[in-house]
């Protein structure tokens, strides 16, 4: 099992999961440009969520 990458939706402040690491950080990047909030549908911002954010 790999290490969740989160994205944080800079609107509703929804953490979910993006991507999972390792992987190449030039797919993790287009994975989080692609990313879109699964709660409300906003596409950007989408933050990184840190572990202490996240929790
Ligand atoms: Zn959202």
Known sequence: MGNP???R???CDHVFIV???PMPLTTA???MKRAACPT???LK???IA???TAS
């Open 40 to 42: 409300c549908g906003n």
């Open 9 to 11: 939706c800079g609107k």
């Open 29 to 31: 990047a287009a994975l």
């Open 19 to 21: 991507a999972c690491l």
């Open 45 to 47: 911002p989408i933050y």
């Open 5 to 7: 990458l989160k994205g």
């Open 50 to 52: 840190t572990e202490e």
